[in-house]
Structure formats: C-alpha cells, structure tokens
C-alpha cells in the first residue's frame, strides 16, 4: 500500500462513524477512474480530491486532498495544479489539504487557501510536479488529533462550534 493510501485509510477509520453513508464518498479514486467517471457523466472534471465524504447533518461535502511530505515538498500532478489554482476551472476543489511525513510520525492540515499561491506560481510543465507545502501549517502527532480536527473544520474549513444541549 502507497504511504498516501495508508493516510487516507487511516483518516477514514477515524472520521467512518460520522459519516452519513446515504451520500457520496470516495476515497483516493484514480485517475483512470475518474475519467471513467466523467465519460459516464457523474463528474464534471477528473481531479477529485482523495477524500470526499459529507459529515452526518452536513449539507456539504468535505473534500481534502491527502500527500506525503518528502523533504517539505508534496508531488502533484499538473492537472491538479491547473484545476486547484486561483485561475483553475476544476469543479472539486479541496477545502482542505492533509499530510504525513514519510515516518508518519508528524500530520499536517492546511485550507486550501494556503496552497492557492504556490498553485498559481507554479509553472508546470510535466506530468507531475514537486511542490513545496506552505510553511502555515497546522502540525499533529497523532493522526485520531487530524481526524479531530477534519471534523472540526467541516466542508468549508471555518470551525464553527456546536453548543451543548440543554446546558443551563
């Protein structure tokens, strides 16, 4: 199993029992399959997000882009960087990033706001791209504290707290 794999099963088996499962979920869907997808009509443009799930209550989708830090820098394809940039027509963008380091011994989470300048400065030209991860960013030890924090943040990564329940 690819270490990215690994990340986006590990988040999933913490965030799973807060899912609602009547809606659509994917997680670390191929490209291939992607663009099966569309043919097929179901998307709109291939680059999805590797995890796509909507929180029980929710009206939105939660979309986040997993990678693995190698040296402080995350692999991207160039479709993504053109679909996720400022400018980009992509239809999925994520509202969040996370990450691991190749130890799994630090994760990370960014909006995705955080990663629209590098996007747009970057002038890929190759198939894939080596893209160094914003320095603001949120570090964890554990990935049950990212998971946590995913739910938090919501589909559109703005933590809005949820009040107790006939507290005097």
Same mark, same amino acid.
């Given at each position: 199993?690819?270490?990215?794999?690994?990340?986006?099963?590990? #988040?999933?088996?913490?965030?799973?029992?807060?899912?609602?499962?009547?809606?659509?979920?994917?997680?670390?869907?191929?490209?291939?399959?992607?663009?099966?997808?569309?043919?097929?009509?179901?998307?709109?443009?291939?680059? #999805?997000?590797?995890? +796509?799930?909507?929180?029980?209550? /929710? &009206?939105?989708?939660?979309?986040?882009?997993?990678?693995?830090?190698?040296?402080?820098?995350?692999?991207?394809?160039q479709?993504?960087?053109?679909? +996720?940039? /400022?400018?980009?027509?992509?239809?999925?963008?994520?509202?969040?990033?996370?990450?691991?380091?190749?130890?799994?011994?630090?994760?990370y989470? +960014?909006?995705?706001?955080?990663?629209?300048?590098s996007?747009?400065?970057?002038?890929?030209?190759?198939?894939?791209?080596?893209?160094?991860?914003?320095?603001?960013?949120?570090?964890?030890?554990?990935?049950?504290?990212?998971?946590?924090?995913?739910l938090?943040? &919501?589909?559109?990564? /703005?933590?809005?707290?949820?009040?107790?329940? &006939?507290?005097?």
């Amino acid at each position: 199993m690819k270490q990215e794999h690994r990340l986006v099963a590990e #988040i999933y088996r913490f965030v799973a029992p807060f899912i609602d499962t009547t809606k659509e979920i994917y997680l670390s869907l191929d490209g291939q399959a992607a663009r099966t997808a569309v043919g097929a009509g179901r998307f709109t443009d291939p680059d #999805i997000p590797d995890i +796509w799930f909507t929180v029980l209550g /929710s &009206g939105q989708p939660t979309r986040l882009e997993a990678k693995i830090l190698d040296k402080g820098a995350a692999l991207l394809m160039q479709s993504q960087i053109l679909a +996720w940039r /400022s400018t980009g027509l992509g239809s999925y963008k994520p509202a969040a990033w996370v990450a691991a380091n190749r130890e799994f011994t630090e994760f990370y989470y +960014w909006p995705h706001s955080s990663f629209v300048p590098s996007l747009d400065r970057c002038a890929a030209t190759r198939k894939t791209h080596t893209l160094a991860a914003p320095k603001d960013r949120l570090v964890f030890s554990t990935i049950p504290e990212l998971a946590l924090h995913v739910l938090r943040m &919501g589909p559109n990564n /703005s933590f809005k707290p949820n009040p107790l329940r &006939g507290s005097a």
